[in-house]
């Protein structure tokens, strides 16, 4: 117990040194350059925060394995040991045409399960993290177990591409609920589930889009998998994906279900 808050609070720190560097970043003019289309971009400082994050955790840990989304860490193909999942710059369209509306995001595993997930709100500094074993904190309080709140009473956030096409019946569940909303950026959906402003959200997300969500999002009490109900894969392909409390998550899945 005594290791993982240590780890907590070691990695705690790195996360807030990288986030004054985005800062500092920011001022200067960004290098962007699109990956697969021109909604799919890539900035000089997704790519330096994540060698940044790389290089400490391989100083530190030479022994462990690391995902990272702009491929700077290794290529894990099982889950065996300590597994780190890097999101350098979660948000990075935000982060270009916003210059907000962003998080650095890291999930730590071991043998597949979930240990400690850290997303950090980079301007807002609102930095959540934590785990089943060390508790969850924002910005250094304790947050509780997540009310049961059901789907008719709390917002969702969805993915605007699987809402606009009801994929998987995500615009059903968007107008079951109180309201939808759409914010492009995985973590700050993540954020806004922890501290109990939405009771959902689904989209189509990756390890590194999750992997932090998840371990914290069961360490609060909330459930969460891919949205045909299978478990995430922490080193598998982009899925669509669920988080939600535990009667919002039976009433997204009986909704799926019923779409067929
Ligand atoms: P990124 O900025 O780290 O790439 C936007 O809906 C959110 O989903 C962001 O967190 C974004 O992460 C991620 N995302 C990236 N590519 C996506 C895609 N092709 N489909 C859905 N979500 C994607
Ligand atoms: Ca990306
Ligand atoms: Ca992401
Ligand atoms: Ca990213």
Redesign the pocket.
Known sequence: MADDKQLMAQVKQWILEAGEEVKRKLQDPLIVEQK?SR???VTNV?KETEAFLVEKIRSHYPADQILG?EGLGDKPETTDGRVWII?P???????VKQREN?CIMIGIFEDGLGKLGFIYDVIKDEFVYGGSGTGVFLNGSPLKQIEDVPLSEGLVGV???MFVNNYMSTRNVGLASSGFR??????LDFLHMFMSRQCAYV????P??FAAGMVIGHALGLRCSRLDGREADIIGE?VPFVIATPSAYEEIQALVIAAG
Do not use: K, Q
């Not at 710059?89 to 982060?95: A, C, P, V």
């Open positions: 697969s909604t799919d971009l997704d989304e999101d710059i979660d948000g990075t369209i935000n982060f962003f993915n605007g591409t759409i914010l492009g950026c995985a973590g989209s189509n997300l990756a590194w889009d982009r």
